[in-house]
């Protein structure tokens, strides 16, 4: 039952893989892959910005030490993403951990810390619900758009491209519920667009994340303590 919930939770994540892992086949083919080998990266390396960014380097023959070194950085952001849950996962067993932790991606991220408190820490069952519903259909788009990807032009002609940042966006809304959270989402774009003046994306979504959830910390973090240690205090008076 935990399973299915997982399943129904990653819906609209299966919902934008599927155009965007096609949108992926149709140019990895085109730029020189060969089907199988556009199928086995997505089965294999999992990673949506990182596959793109690589058959866009692959096909500008850059070296391989290149393609390695530019993933990595740009996939340094699953570092914070894993801290942010490894207190939640200290249950899962080590061979449960690493299957967890090889399917972590934005997006089930962003579900997983959007579930209610009562689902957290996540089961192992609704977690394997989740991920492996978003695997199996990266996956499957990436088939689908390496085997059909000749019949169809440019992905970009129906937005295809703009896929990921659309779910990802509607799923961040998702968890604004309060003023802390708003405030924290407009300063790590505020900052993110300063940071572009300076550095590359990839380092500007680390600076991001880390100053803005380093702010909220600081600003929000103290009030709600305060605010627990008042309610204690007027429900034991004695004190």
Known sequence: MEFLSGIKAGIPIMAGYLPLAFAYGVLATAW??????????????????????????????ATLSTIVLSTFILNLRHVLMALTLSAGWRHFGRWRLVVAAAHLT???????????????PPSSGWLYGLQLSAYLSWVAG???GAMLGHL???????????????????LMVLQ???RAKALAALAAVV?????????????AVLLAACLAGGLAAF??????????????????PSR
């Open 106 to 120: 934005d997006e089930t991220f962003a579900v997983i810390t959007a579930a209610p408190p009562e689902q957290q």
């Open 32 to 61: 020189g892959l060969t089907p199988a080998a556009t199928v086995a990266m997505s089965v294999f390396v999992y990673a949506g910005a990182s596959q793109f960014l690589a058959i866009g380097l692959l096909a500008a023959e």
């Open 191 to 203: 900052i993110y667009r300063l940071s572009l003046l300076f550095c590359a994306s990839h380092w």
């Open 176 to 178: 604004i519920t309060d």
């Open 142 to 144: 990436s088939a689908a």
């Open 219 to 236: 600003w929000f973090a103290p009030k709600a303590a305060d605010t627990g240690n008042n309610k204690s205090l007027h429900t034991n």
């Open 152 to 170: 169809a032009p440019e992905p970009a002609v129906y937005g295809l491209d703009f896929a990921l940042p659309a779910m990802f966006l509607a």
